[in-house]
């Protein structure tokens, strides 16, 4: 079955407190991104990858790391987090050769505190 | 700035009835639009995209049509179903790599 899953679903952690989310998708995606939903601004684009080792800047990097070392995992780094990280995290996929469909994962719930 | 705005957080409608959801872009680079639908504690699902060099595209129950000289494009649904009941939303993307810029979403209840 074609997935995307996130680790954590669920993460509630203190200010400075370094933290990853992990993503990884089984569908052999080139195409791989970051979002945060926060009420009335819908889904922000952190970081994205189009393929391993290539990684550029979204809309809202600020805070945030990427790596992309290999093609089905693209974990989400908080270096220090603070609360105005707290927000819904998804993680989104897509074929680099067919149609402009993303997949997203289930979500992870972040509070930083 | 928000290049892709749904100015209705909410729309009430009843079961067998039209639901339209509406979306307004300020960048007129974008290259395609789709829709997603989420339900709570998932993650969004892709419902249904338009080319920019397109003004409708039906699939099922879904149409989404779009008025480029307008900046605009809304999405019908009919008949709307209670399983319709969920937020909904545009988004805009300038490039084959799929930056997408999304609205804040709509939330559609379908009423019985």
């Known amino acids: 079955e074609a997935q995307v899953t996130q680790n954590p679903r669920y993460l509630i952690t203190v200010t400075g407190k370094k933290l990853t989310v992990t993503c990884s998708q089984n569908?052999?995606?080139?195409?791989m991104s970051w979002y945060r939903q926060d009420p009335g601004l819908g889904l922000r684009q952190i970081y994205y990858s189009m393929n391993v080792e290539v990684t550029d800047k979204g809309d809202v990097p600020e805070g945030y790391k990427v790596s992309r070392k290999e093609k089905r995992n693209f974990p989400l780094i908080l270096e220090s987090p603070s609360p105005n990280q707290t927000s819904l995290y998804f993680c989104?996929?897509?074929?680099?050769?067919?149609?402009?469909?993303?997949?997203f994962g289930p979500g992870t719930r972040l509070t930083v505190l | 700035d928000q290049q892709v705005k749904q100015n209705s957080p909410s729309l009430s409608v009843q079961e067998g009835r039209i639901s339209i959801l509406n979306c307004d872009y300020t960048n007129s680079m974008f290259d395609y639009f789709l829709w997603y639908k989420k339900y709570p504690a998932e993650g969004p699902t892709f419902l249904i995209s338009?080319?920019?060099?397109?003004d409708k595209n039906e699939d099922g129950r879904f149409t989404v049509f779009l008025n480029k000289s307008a900046k605009h494009l809304s999405l019908h649904i009919v008949p709307s179903q209670p399983g319709d009941s969920a937020v909904y939303f545009c988004?805009?993307?300038?490039?084959?790599?799929?930056?997408?810029?999304f609205g804040a979403g709509t939330q559609v209840v379908v009423t019985p």
């Open positions: 569908m052999n995606h080139e195409y």
């Open positions: 338009i080319s920019s060099i397109k």
């Open positions: 988004a805009g993307g300038t490039d084959s790599w799929g930056k997408l810029q």
């Open positions: 989104a996929t897509r074929s680099g050769r067919a149609g402009y469909e993303q997949f």
